[in-house]
């Protein structure tokens, strides 16, 4: 590892032990990269340097910035954190926001001045926003004022939590305030290529989130690779898409642009209907999104021009051949399917839209290697249905978790996803290894909800498992043992989906919740979800054929 810039060494000192990392592979020319790195430089300042300061780069429904408008944004930022904020380089500073300005500024500002960024779903609660803060010792967050309910709920869970700053507040401590007196001049800061400069945190499969680290050189990495040699979008297109930048899925839909000096449009509000109105408004050509918002577009074509679209990129959930055929019968387009992962920060697996087989999810990306392994890590042959491994230019490193030697194993990445790889090298998806439930998009831990839903005093016992939907490809199913004397029925139903959206994040909560007398279990009393996943198969399949 090089010389670190950091002067708070936390991230780095909290890095798995070497020999627990994944073997990381540069042998194309386009993953060289230079010791000393800060990867603002490479997305923001260069364009400016270059003179192509004046060209677009962010547009939103109510303004529009230039290259050079939001480095100066940036700049004056970081200047902030610097001079008034305490910032020193390695500090974590925590982000919450919707899809906007200020908070592609915030990311940005934090790493140009050597920091690490930590984002956070703009819908959790407290309690969930509470855990990061306190695994990676956060002393500062930034966060929009619409938002200050919750985030000032978790300074009594958070104690390393020393200070908030808030903008769209209109008071004289908003940030607003604070950087119109700053300087729009900051030199980024010498950080080594390998120092950490964001810590993306996992929705958790079980047990607590998972704090996954990334360098400055993987924000290149995946754009070197996945957007460069699969994407190959043009400075002259406008990316659009619906994913919450906290996701490293939403976080491509800015870097990707901005690494080529392409322009990119932010929603405040993600729905798919909104997401069709803004392709239309500003004529996007390449578009980011889970297929249950394509599926929800192709009822939107009559009301929405899309006809400018030219790149289709759907990830976040498996693509369904039916979703598939639909959107390339009305469009023209074949959507590029994709795989990737919190811990490799992006798509490494997917494939060009000449090379495409509706169903299958592609080849890996140039520089990665996949292969499928069986329980032990053996190489398992064509046809076999086993385990995903990856490799690459980037890579899982938890911060400071003994489950880094679980996904990891002999130097592969095991994302936790089964595949089938056929005699051709295309990998097929079949299922989630996990209990991970993948609903519109959305990672969501089945325990997670379990948790809330046992906080309820009707509730006894409980197991949530994904069920397949028409609609969403998979929603979140609760079975539920009711404790003695209550009656399960349609208000309890309700009542219980309304509990779940006040205790943990909205999207989160069960669309479905069956009352049962008794779950099944192993003969240790561990619930078995493979068993409620298969009655929810089985039920959804008797729905679709009745």
Sequence with gaps: MAKTAHVDTFARDNLPPREEWPDLIFTRPEYQYPERLNCVSRFLDRWVEEGRGDQPCIYTSSQNLSYRELQQLVNRIANVLVGSLGLVPGGRVLLRSANNTMMVATYLAVIKAGGVAVATMPLLRAKEISYPIQKARIPLALCDASLADEMEKTRALAPELKQVVYWGSGTPQALEALIAQASDAFAAVDTASDDVCLIAFTSGTTGDPK????????????????????????????????????????????????????????????????????????KATVCFTAPTAYRAMLGLRD?????????????????????????????????IDGIGSTEMLHIFISTTEDEIRPGATGKPVPGYEAKIVDDEGRDAPPGTLGRLAVRGPTGCRYLADPRQRK?????????GDTYVMDEDGYFWYQSRSDDMIVSAGYNIAGPDVEAALLTHEAVAECGVVGAPDEARGTIVKAYVVLRPGVTG?????????????????????????????????TASGKLQRFTLRQQARDAATRTAAE
């Design 489 to 521: 029925d349609d208000a309890l139903v309700a009542a219980l989906q309304d509990y779940v959206k006040r205790e943990i994040a909205p999207y989160k909560y069960p669309r479905a919740i069956e009352f049962v007398t008794e779950l099944p279990k």
């Design 211 to 282: 704090g996954t680290m990334h360098f400055h050189r993987d924000m290149l990495a995946v754009c070197d690779g996945f957007a460069r040699n699969v994407l190959r979008a043009r400075p002259e297109d406008r990316f659009i898409g619906s994913a919450p930048l906290a996701f490293t899925f939403g976080f491509g839909g800015v870097l990707f642009p901005m690494h080529i000096g392409a322009s990119f449009i932010l929603l405040d509000k993600a729905t798919p209907e909104h997401l069709a109105a803004m392709i239309d408004r500003f």
């Design 407 to 415: 996904y990891v194993l002999n130097g592969w990445n095991l994302t």
């Design 303 to 335: 009301k929405y021009d899309l006809t400018s679209l030219r790149k289709c990129v759907s990830a976040g959930e498996a693509l369904p051949k039916g979703t598939f055929d639909a959107w390339f019968k009305a469009t023209g387009l074949k959507l």
